[in-house]
Structures are given as structure tokens and as C-alpha cells.
């Protein structure tokens, strides 16, 4: 027999479970344990900081020791690091040897001959500007005639679409002055048109027939139309 008919006077109680108290999941312990700071997060587990010039002094250092370990004991010397000669005591030690080697006379034709590779190549360059800057004048002029052409032809275009543009409009200007006076134009029938039904003495005789009204469905017999026709024709 169901009990779905009868009122709540008393509401249904859970039973105590037979394994003991339930506790929910969120009250259960958590984080029972501390948490310590890892190795790169900063804390005392980091490493000191690392001085990296001084770990290269030191890799250098034991990298010439081995190297010159080595070479004694394969019985070479190791090699002497001579100085950087400067550009000045070249010169100046070329000079010396020019100077001592050479007569006045080969010096004065080596001088002479060294002038004149100058001079031929400045004459060089001096060919090849003059060479580009008539280039460049010639392209200048090209372009400006090319620009005055442009300017011609648009300034033709120009010209050629306003006198379009005013013969239209001067043909429109005949056409409606000759179109708009009637006196001008009898071709055009000026006569009342009239209705057939003019003078009909009955009019709008059959005004609101034509308003019928459209079948309508109601889900109620007593307001159907089939009811109102039936009561109005057999019982009024």
C-alpha cells in the first residue's frame, strides 16, 4: 500500500548508518603538512651566487698552465708572444730603406709616376660625374615633357566635356521649351475624361457588402457560428 495519499504530518528520518558518523568531504583534514621553500625559489636552499669572472680568470689560468705543461715536456719552446708593430715605425722604417737603396733621380721618377695615376684617375672621375649629371639632365627634361603632355591632355579632356555638358543642357532647354507651352504643342489632348457612372443618381448602393466576415474556429460550442446560426434560426 502507498503512502503518496497521506499528509506530512511527520516527515520521513534518516536511520543511523551502521558504520558510524558520516562526515562530509570538506570537513576532513587538509594541508596536514607545511610546505618548504624548493631549490630556485630563493630560500636558504639556493646556491650561492656564482662569480663568473672569477670561474673564467681561473678556466684561463689553468688552460695556459696545460698548454705550457705540455710543451715542455714535448721538449718545444713554447712560443714568445712578440709586440704589435705600429703603422708609424713601418712608415718610418720604409723611409729609412727608400732612402738608403734609391738615388735622388729613381726617387724623383717614382714620385712623377706615382702623380701622374693621380691625375688620371681624378680626370676618370671627373669624366664620369660630368657623364652622370648630363644623364640626369636629359631624364629631367624627358620627365618635364612628359608632365607637359599630361597636363595637355587632361586640359583637352576638360574641355571637351564641358562643351558635352552644355550642349546637353541646351538641348534640354529647347526640348522642354518646346514641349512645356500647349499653345505650341497641340498634339497633346487636353479634353476631361469622365466616368460613365458620372451622373448616376444611385451611387455606392452596394458600400459594405463586400465586408464579409471570414470563418473563424473556437474551441467553444456555445460561441461557434454553427451554434448562433442554429439557435437564431430554431429557437428565436
Do not use: C
Not at 599630361?150 to 522642354?176: F, L, S, T, V
Amino acid at each position: 500500500m502507498t503512502t503518496a495519499h497521506r499528509p506530512t504530518f511527520d516527515p520521513a528520518r534518516g536511520k543511523d548508518a551502521q558504520r558510524g558518523p558520516a562526515y562530509h568531504q570538506r570537513l576532513l583534514p587538509a594541508h596536514t603538512q607545511l610546505k618548504t621553500r624548493q631549490p630556485g625559489q630563493g630560500g636558504s636552499a639556493d646556491p650561492p651566487v656564482r662569480d663568473m669572472r672569477a670561474q673564467l680568470l681561473e678556466a684561463e689560468a689553468a688552460h695556459y698552465s696545460k698548454v705550457k705543461d705540455s710543451a715542455t715536456t714535448n721538449g718545444t719552446a713554447p712560443p714568445s708572444i712578440t709586440p704589435p708593430t705600429t703603422k708609424r715605425q713601418i712608415e718610418a722604417g720604409s723611409e729609412e730603406t727608400g732612402d738608403e737603396d734609391d738615388d735622388p733621380e729613381a726617387k724623383r721618377r717614382r714620385i712623377l709616376e706615382e702623380t701622374r695615376d693621380i691625375d688620371a684617375d681624378s680626370d676618370g672621375s671627373g669624366s664620369g660625374s660630368s657623364e652622370d649629371e648630363s644623364d640626369e639632365e636629359d631624364e629631367t627634361a624627358e620627365l618635364l615633357r612628359e608632365l607637359e603632355k599630361i597636363k595637355k591632355e587632361r586640359a583637352e579632356q576638360r574641355e571637351k566635356e564641358e562643351r558635352e555638358r552644355a550642349a546637353e543642357e541646351q538641348e534640354k532647354r529647347e526640348h522642354d521649351i518646346a514641349l512645356g507651352n500647349p499653345l505650341l504643342n497641340p498634339t497633346k489632348d487636353f479634353s476631361v475624361r469622365r466616368r460613365w457612372d458620372d451622373d448616376v443618381v444611385f451611387k455606392n448602393q452596394a458600400r459594405g457588402t463586400e465586408d464579409k466576415r471570414k470563418k473563424e474556429f473556437i474551441n467553444d460550442l456555445l460561441r461557434s457560428d454553427f451554434h448562433k446560426r442554429f439557435m437564431s434560426k430554431y429557437v428565436r
